[in-house]
Nanobody, 116 residues
Framework: QVQLVESGGGVVQAGGSLRLSCTAS????????MGWYRQAPGWQREFVAVSARAGASNVADAVKGRFTISRDNAKNTVFLRMNSLKPEDTAVYYC??????????WGQGTQVTVSS
């Protein structure tokens, strides 16, 4: 089993920055990818960013150039640095951890609200 605990959400004005953190515990040695999705009210959950254990990463086109994902494997933690935030970035952000041949584990979600 893997458990995920997220932190760092909040309310920020447009143009501001936030950093989300997600720390895994439990069977962390089995984790390959860690990343983030988000879900705004009335919208489907959408991919934001992913970081592979070996170091490769990818971010969605909608946030490219503004969001950066990073990872500390020693601390089993993934970070999402969000700069130049826009009102349309308002959503619940969910961390996930992928283990080989297992369904992904999801965090409880953290609210990010960007005011105009």
């Amino acid at each position: 089993q893997v458990q995920l605990v997220e932190s760092g959400g909040g309310v920020v004005q447009a143009g501001g920055s936030l950093r989300l953190s997600c720390t895994a515990s439990g069977e962390t040695i089995c984790i390959s990818d860690m990343g983030w999705y988000r879900q705004a009210p009335g919208w489907q959950r959408e991919f934001v960013a992913v970081s592979a254990r070996a170091g490769a990463s990818n971010v969605a086109d909608a946030v490219k150039g503004r969001f950066t994902i990073s990872r500390d494997n020693a601390k089993n933690t993934v970070f999402l640095r969000m700069n130049s935030l826009k009102p349309e970035d308002t959503a619940v952000y969910y961390c996930y951890a992928q283990r080989v041949n297992r369904d992904p584990t999801w965090g409880q979600g953290t609210q990010v609200t960007v005011s105009s």
